[in-house]
Nanobody
Framework: QVQLVESGGGLVQTGGSQRLSCAAS????????MGWFRQAPGKEREFVAA????????RYKDSVKGRFTISRDNAKNTVYLQMNSLQPEDTAVYYC?????????????????WGQGTQVTVSS
């Protein structure tokens, strides 16, 4: 069992930056692919970024490439999402997720553990 707790959300102005953190419980954190997803009001949840267990491989949604960076610190059981050049369309609840697989995946079905989410609001 893995428990995930996100933090770092809040209100930011267009063009600003924010870093989300997701702390995981358990001793097998490095064996999980970690992903970030988001859900805006009235929209389906969508993939944002994912990182392999070692941190050596990453994957991003096209619209966040070059603006968002996913990273992890396995010694701290934590995954991060650094978000730069934020736009109003990035406003959503952001969720981190853990999946017992090898390669970073865009498929939400791969992820079996989910956090409670943290709200990110980008004001125009």
């Amino acid at each position: 069992q893995v428990q995930l707790v996100e933090s770092g959300g809040g209100l930011v102005q267009t063009g600003g930056s924010q870093r989300l953190s997701c702390a995981a419980s358990g001793r097998t954190f490095s064996t999980y692919v970690m992903g970030w997803f988001r859900q805006a009001p009235g929209k389906e949840r969508e993939f944002v970024a994912a990182i392999s267990g070692s941190g050596g491989s990453t994957r991003y949604k096209d619209s966040v490439k070059g603006r968002f960076t996913i990273s992890r610190d396995n010694a701290k059981n934590t995954v991060y999402l650094q978000m730069n050049s934020l736009q109003p369309e990035d406003t959503a609840v952001y969720y981190c997720a853990a999946g017992p697989t090898f390669a970073p995946s865009m498929n939400s079905r791969v992820y079996v553990y989910w956090g409670q989410g943290t709200q990110v609001t980008v004001s125009s």
